[in-house]
């Protein structure tokens, strides 16, 4: 990434927004904010040396982070691609699964241990061969000159680089991951922060970590046992409940049994059951039948938008009624339709604005169906 800044001579700035090499050249982009500029004016260039140092750190940190990768995860790791920004640095490579939390956990006590030996960075310049020989790491596919740059930092990191490099690998200060995740098949890429960034992060994390404690009521020490626990009791009270719906389903048809209609000698009931899910609304309707005698029975319910129906015909009766068409008279005026044993259907609809008419219905095409 290139530096930022400004150009300035007597009445004239020119603001910088980004450098670029080209050849032996460097182009300055950006913005003449005053004055004008003719060829052959002289400028001083100002750095925005806060972000520069940002910049810096996170490059370092990243040659760092190379050595540290093929060390731990070993020789095939190579570069597939780098960014180096003031907030964090990027960095893809090849490597054939995911890194594990216990090697990136390896990878950054490396880095950090590096950083600790404080080795000074050295840049020298010299021969392509001489450099390959002694060791440095250069990029696969990169055209190098004849004469190359090599920065090392300590014995531990070697690589070709023209970049602008800290003094000290002591003053990264701080190296965190952030992140690791595939990008292609075979590369793997890892996020990460450094100095003053890195700390931040910390802080926030510690932040969290402290308004969770507080939330649920637990030290630090003891959270993750305090929140298993809670999930593990949040697990139960679903179940709890849910065996309480199926008991209040089954309540309310108890008393719905008294609403069966009398149709040509069998009973006939059609009624929509609030609250209850769809095994409860089966578990009902079997209970109707034991107790209804000769009947025929088509239960509903709503919920999110959606209509469940449960159509059951007591075993005497499915020679002249089917609880598949039973269930499918309801379900296409609620917008669906359903299927099953001809003692017991079931259907789906997404149109509960039909539902109260449609059961009304029933009585009478049971009538028919038996005539
Ligand atoms: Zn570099």
């Not at 003094?167 to 990264?172: A, F, P, V, Y």
């Not at 997404?350 to 039909?354: F, I, K, L, T, V």
């Given at each position: 990434m290139g530096d930022t800044g400004e150009l300035l001579a007597e009445g004239v700035i020119f603001e910088v927004t980004d450098t670029h090499k080209h050849g032996a050249a460097h182009a300055h982009t950006g913005r003449l904010v005053e004055g004008r500029l003719a060829r052959g004016d002289v400028l001083g260039a100002k750095v925005d040396q806060a972000r520069r140092q940002a910049v810096v750190l996170n490059h370092s940190a990243t040659h760092l982070m190379h050595a540290a990768l093929r060390e731990i995860?070993?020789?095939?790791?190579?570069?597939?691609g780098s960014l180096v920004a003031p907030d964090r640095l990027r960095f893809d490579f090849s490597h054939f699964q995911p890194v594990t939390a216990e090697e990136l956990e390896r990878i950054e006590r490396r880095v950090n241990g590096a950083i600790r030996a404080n080795a000074e960075a050295e840049a020298r310049i010299m021969p392509i061969d001489q450099a390959l020989e002694s060791g440095a790491m250069a990029l696969f596919g990169e055209k190098y000159g004849d004469e190359v740059r090599v920065l090392s930092m300590g014995d531990f990191s070697t690589e070709l680089c023209g970049g602008v490099h800290v003094?000290?690998?002591?003053?990264?200060g701080l190296f965190k991951i952030l992140s690791e995740s595939g990008v292609a098949s075979g590369i793997r890429r890892i996020e990460a922060v450094t100095g003053e960034n890195a700390l931040n992060y910390i802080g926030e994390t510690e932040k969290n970590l402290s308004r969770v404690a507080e939330l649920v009521k637990a030290g630090r020490g003891d959270l993750d046992e305090k929140v298993a626990q809670m999930v593990e009791r949040s697990r139960q009270l679903e179940k709890e409940l849910e065996a309480l719906k199926g008991k209040l389903a089954s309540a309310a048809g108890s008393s719905l049994a008294d609403q069966a209609v009398e149709v040509n000698g069998i009973k006939v009931l059609a009624a929509h059951l609030e609250g209850a899910d769809p095994k409860s609304l089966r578990d009902t309707v079997d209970q109707l039948k034991n107790k209804l005698g000769e009947a025929a029975v088509v239960l509903a319910t709503v919920k999110d938008g959606k209509v469940s129906l449960v159509a059951g015909v007591t075993q005497g009766q499915t020679g002249r009624i089917k609880a598949g068409e039973l269930v499918n008279v309801v379900a296409q005026q609620v917008g669906g339709k359903g299927g099953g044993r001809p003692d017991m259907a079931m259907a789906g609809g997404?149109?509960?604005?039909?539902l109260t008419v449609a059961l009304a219905a029933v009585p009478g095409w049971i009538r028919e169906q038996l005539s």
């Open positions: 995860l070993g020789d095939h790791v190579q570069q597939k003094r000290r690998t002591g003053d990264i997404n149109d509960p604005a039909g």
